[in-house]
């Protein structure tokens, strides 16, 4: 229930001939303080136009008022403050939520278009690692997102499979591998090669020749070299799918960057036709002056393609195929320069459709306040951290509720769901430490203090076992409902307000705020009492389920019914 159309609707009764609904809509505030009201209106902007001083408008405004659904009206200054009818919108309310379940706040706004996220994107015969989680957390909450207010995503995990990162592990395979212990354990020990080929170069700089030359050879279709990086690739898809299965995350699409070693020609092609490429010192480049940015290398002088000409033939690609209205790149704020570069090139090329790209940037996970490194064995796997998070959060369950039934799934669910929802939680651009056993606790701005909330309103249901009557009367008046009510109607706002933004910290904020102002209500309230207004509690606390049940999934966290 759109609560502000509803006073903009009653105001614009009196002000039509001055001010369109929309116009009157946009002034609304809400005040800084509860006992000013649920919403303001400033009367500067009829001003010059009643040619009156705004108090006296406010005033006057303030006589006209009338409408079942505001209780009463109260002008302080240039500002107007309404105070709704409790009574009344909180059986609206209520009603619509339980009414329609987890469709609340489901729009058509996309219109059934595509929207393709670039998202996770690990490395090759390389472990998944802390590093990895934000970008296949963030771009899995924006699909959720994205689809909630009427778009298709396709999520598409961009490999990192090509590479003279490749050729480095040829070499250091070919070199110190051990067959047995790679077939045994096959991602940690070709890790243990790629930190131990750095490791020695230092001393033997030779070894990077030897690595271009290797991927050369693959470039060039070796046997030998294809078969070694085609087992990588396939050892390395199977460890990435036992973390995706942990994290419940699938993807419509591996395409990885060996997908466009033919499509790249094309690229080279289009930009020449375009007339948009140039030479400086045997490579070539697109000059991007006049975006204020640096040349993009398109080509080495030794005909070697780079990143952003697989980039360019990817978003091409992409709209080739998927027609998209909006195209995601959830990666790394340290990237922020290559997407710049990339969609200059793309709009150099006359792809208008550029200006539909948006780079998802995000902060590091770091320990110690320090950036993790691969390179340098510096590693926090991520499937030893949500199994660690999983067993802390057994050890809670254990003290909390010992008879607990499934109680090793339901640890699974808190444990990887607190994971998930501390990085969400985060604003995207923001660094932050990552502290595990901070993350797993049931109380204070976490994960399971939500999962625990959403529980805790299921147990009061069951208790009451009763069917809930939504033709009955469901008006609740006091403070601590209301305050729940008002965040419940928000709920829209908020998925609207998350889309606009490419951020899913709003939700996880906006869960937490929910599950504080259920759990202030509760605290405060008999809800199981039997009373005239017995029934209409419990479908408060019904609707609080249901909302939090819907943020919890668009956030891609678990809601066990029991904890």
Do not use: C
């Not at 030893?384 to 909390?400: P, Y």
């Not at 009451?464 to 009510?485: F, I, M, N, S």
Request: hydrophobic share 40%; no cysteine.
């Amino acid at each position: 229930m759109d609560l502000k159309k509803l006073v903009a609707n009653e105001i614009h009764r009196h002000v039509a001939e001055h001010l369109s609904e929309e116009q009157v809509y946009g002034l609304l505030e809400k005040p800084k303080h509860a006992e000013h009201g649920d919403i303001a209106f400033p009367a500067f902007s009829l001003a010059k136009i009643f040619r009156k001083a705004p108090q006296m408008i406010a005033q006057d405004l303030a006589e006209k008022i009338d409408s079942p659904a505001i209780s009463k009206t109260e002008p302080v200054g240039p500002y107007l403050n309404f105070f709704l009818n409790k009574e009344v919108i909180s059986a609206e309310i209520l009603k619509e939520v339980v009414t329609q379940k987890d469709d609340y706040g489901q729009s058509d706004y996309g219109k059934g278009q595509t929207v393709p996220i670039d998202m996770s994107s690990p490395n090759i015969a390389k472990p998944m690692s802390m590093g990895h989680l934000r970008s296949t957390v963030i771009g899995n909450a924006l699909a959720n997102i994205v689809e909630k207010v009427g778009y298709k995503p396709v999520k598409i995990n961009h490999l990192g499979d090509w590479g003279t990162q490749f050729g480095k592990l040829i070499v250091a395979y070919k070199k110190w591998g051990d067959v047995e212990k790679v077939e045994q354990n096959p991602i940690a020990e070709l890790l243990k090669l790629y930190v131990q080929f750095h490791e020695v170069a230092e001393e033997q700089p030779e070894l990077e020749d030897e690595a271009r030359a290797w991927f050369k050879k693959l470039e060039d279709g070796d046997q030998e070299a294809t078969e070694l990086w085609t087992r990588f690739r396939s050892e390395s898809l199977k460890e990435f799918m036992t973390v995706y299965d942990m994290l419940d995350i699938q993807f419509d699409s591996f395409n990885g960057e060996a997908f466009y070693n033919d499509k790249m020609d094309e690229v080279i092609a289009l930009l020449e036709e375009k007339g948009v490429l140039t030479q400086d010192r045997g490579a070539t480049i697109v000059d991007l002056e006049k975006y204020n940015l640096n040349p993009a290398l398109i080509k080495k002088s030794d005909g070697a393609t780079l990143y952003i000409t697989r980039d360019l033939a990817a978003a091409i690609y992409r709209k080739r195929t998927y027609d998209f209205a909006l195209s995601l790149y959830a990666v790394g704020n340290e990237q922020s320069n290559h997407f710049k570069q990339l969609k200059a090139v793309l709009k150099e090329m006359g792809y208008d459709w550029a200006d539909d790209m948006h780079h998802i940037p995000f902060g590091l996970i770091t320990q110690g306040g320090k950036k993790l490194s691969t390179r340098k064995g510096k590693v926090i796997l991520l499937e030893e951290v949500l199994n660690e998070a999983t067993s802390l959060a057994l050890e809670q369950i254990n003290l909390k509720n010992p008879t607990l039934e499934n109680k090793e799934d339901v640890a699974k669910q808190v444990g990887v769901g607190a994971v998930v929802f501390h990085d969400l939680r985060n604003d995207r651009l923001n660094n932050f430490d990552f502290v595990l056993e901070e993350v797993v606790q049931f109380e204070g701005e976490t994960g399971p203090y939500v999962q625990y909330t959403n529980a805790r309103a299921l147990s009061i249901l069951r208790k009451a076992g009763v069917e809930l009557d939504l033709a009955a009367p469901l008006h609740l008046a006091d403070d601590y409902a209301w305050g729940v009510l008002k965040l419940i109607n928000s709920f829209p706002d908020i998925i609207m307000s998350s889309f606009e933004k490419f951020e899913p910290s709003v939700i996880a904020k906006y869960s937490l705020q929910l599950s504080q102002a259920f759990n202030r209500y509760y605290a405060n309230t008999k809800v199981l009492v039997e009373d005239e207004e017995r029934n209409a509690r419990l479908v408060l606390v019904k609707a609080t389920s249901v909302i939090l049940q819907e943020s919890l999934r668009l956030l891609g966290v678990k809601a066990p019914e029991r904890m």
